[in-house]
């Protein structure tokens, strides 16, 4: 949960900050840290600061993510005291990987497919755009490089219907781990609830058990949580992301 991709796009970096490590490049930067810093009290306030500082001499947002089993109990309150806001919570849920690989069953009309051009990534940054009233520049940036700078282990795919994408998911290896992560897993309303997303799941578990991989890892919402569960998914802890955002652009 908490490594950098094992390849990085081309312009973003993974540098060492003390005791944790920042990914800088993206359209968000973001804060790697351990289950516990080792630093307590004004020492953990100042690393906290240099990330949000280091961040805000660049103009961009940053995003430290936080799970139930983290150290110190006060981390949270410093990073709200130093202007980082909490997003939703969501469940960490890890699954085996062989046990989720069946054929994936989808409504009529419906057809997945692996992509990687980007005129297929745009059309999934639009999707996901109208879904979350996001800023589909900056997904389609994010996955498009990570697509580019790791073909072999990031695989996106998509469900269309009549040429529109409906849903989108990606899975992300990491070479010689365990564990596979899901991304993703966006559907558009009038779609949802006829088992498109639980297809995808059954799609990237099939990838990755065919890649050797034993367990699969996701950061689940609240809406995706319960058919993930009913899958075979368990709870490990949960994440919550903290992000700052300078002033200009709130």
């Known amino acids: 949960m908490r490594e950098a991709p094992s390849a990085l796009p081309a312009g973003v970096v993974c540098e060492r900050a003390g005791p944790v490590r920042r990914v800088v490049g993206h359209f968000r930067g ?48 410093r990073l709200r005291a130093a202007g980082f806001v909490p997003g939703e919570t969501q469940t960490v849920l890890v699954g085996r990987a062989a046990g989720l690989a069946s054929e994936p069953v989808l409504p009529d009309g419906v057809k997945l497919r692996r992509v990687t051009e980007d005129t297929d990534l745009r059309a999934i940054a639009a999707m996901e755009a109208e879904v979350w009233g996001s ?16 073909p072999d282990d990031v695989a996106v795919l998509v469900a269309e219907a009549d040429g529109e994408v409906v849903s989108a998911a990606w899975l992300v290896l990491a070479p010689g781990s365990a564990f596979g992560g899901l991304r993703g897993g966006t559907t558009l309303p009038a779609w949802r609830r006829r088992g498109i997303y639980q297809a995808l799941v059954a799609a990237r578990a099939r990838l990755a058990v065919a890649r050797g991989v034993e367990y699969l890892q996701v950061d689940a919402s609240s809406d995706s ?8 998914f368990r709870a490990a802890t949960t994440a919550t992301s903290y992000v700052w955002t300078p002033p200009a652009a709130r």
């Open 30 to 77: 973001f804060v790697l840290a351990p289950r516990d810093t080792g630093l307590r009290g004004a020492a953990l306030d100042r690393l906290i600061a240099a990330q949000r500082d280091h961040f805000a001499g660049r103009g961009e947002s940053v995003e430290w993510k936080v799970r139930e089993h983290d150290a110190p109990a006060d981390l949270t309150r």
């Open 135 to 150: 800023e589909p520049a900056q997904l389609h940036g994010f996955l498009a490089g990570q697509v580019a700078a790791a």
């Open 225 to 232: 949580t319960p058919i993930l569960v009913r899958l075979g």
